[in-house]
């Protein structure tokens, strides 16, 4: 079952949904059903896949992102991190079990735009104007820097890609804000939403590990010597660069 062979089946079948939730489930169910090194392998593969470039093969690897988030794959994380560093994969453990990071931006930093009201709005109320059509207040709601306004915007039909562009490259941040936005089905297929998450400092590393493979070349150059992403990062993006250059694919435009 863990042969390379039927990765690469797993990966062609995969490629081949055309629901996003069916690939997150086989991907869980497959990963439930390998052994901790076989399950590290998939996830090798799968990023090497994606390294390499290709449509099928980042589509792929977003979806065993996001399944890495799934509550039946999250608490064997820790695990699959400890087997991928003894087998010396370690740009596999960094994406998997990347180490804490408690240096989030403070709450003070990131303040809450002012709504012309004369006074702070409520969280509900400003949870409330996350749904608006009206354009004007989205411009304002989109430098929210709580996670549950940007939750519901994020679900606002009027909500636009330069919108989003403009949610994920705000800094200071709020690493749960980035990571909402990686987790949203509807933005994150979309090229600059996923790089401006990559290149924002204040993202997750494991979010922005997990995206830098579907990244083009001119914009992982720029992240490899990208002076405020954090080293694990920068030499990923080294890596799939090293990657390309013995096998490159064509640049994707999605």
């Known amino acids: ?14 490629a081949r949904l055309d629901e996003i939730e069916m690939r997150v489930g086989l991907i869980c169910e497959r990963l439930e059903s390998l052994s901790d ?20 093969a980042h589509s792929v690897f977003l979806a065993l992102g996001w399944t890495l988030f799934d509550p039946r794959i999250v608490p064997r994380r820790p695990q699959l991190g400890a087997t991928a560093r003894r087998v010396e994969l370690h740009h596999v453990a960094d994406f998997v079990a990347p180490p804490s990071d ?13 709504f012309g009201r004369g006074r702070p709005l409520t969280l509900g109320e400003r949870k409330s104007l996350a749904r608006t059509h009206d354009r004007s207040l989205i411009q304002r709601v989109v430098r929210d820097p709580h996670p549950d306004v940007v939750r ?11 919108d989003v ?15 909402t936005v990686y987790g949203h ?7 600059r939403p996923r790089n401006a998450i990559v290149r924002n400092p204040d993202t997750p590393l494991d979010t922005a590990l997990l995206l830098a493979p579907l990244l083009r070349k001119t914009e992982l150059e720029e992240a490899a010597s990208a002076s405020d992403l954090a080293p694990p990062l920068r ?3 080294k890596a799939i660069l090293e990657i390309r250059t013995i096998r490159p694919h064509d640049e994707q435009t999605d």
Not at 1 to 14: C, H, I, N, V, Y
Not at 152 to 162: M, V
Not at 185 to 191: A, G, I, K, S
């Open 1 to 14: 079952m863990g042969d390379a062979t039927s990765f690469g089946e797993l990966f062609q079948r995969l």
């Open 37 to 56: 090194e076989e399950a590290v392998r998939l996830l090798d593969e799968a990023h090497r896949g994606a390294s390499l470039g290709g449509a099928d």
């Open 102 to 114: 408690d240096e989030a931006p403070s709450e003070d930093k990131r303040r809450v735009p002012d």
């Open 152 to 162: 519901i915007l994020l679900d606002n039909p009027s909500l636009t890609e330069e």
């Open 165 to 179: 562009v403009r949610i994920c490259a705000a800094r200071p941040n709020h690493p749960t804000v980035l990571h």
């Open 185 to 191: 089905r509807r933005w994150v297929v979309r090229y």
């Open 235 to 237: 030499l990923s993006c």
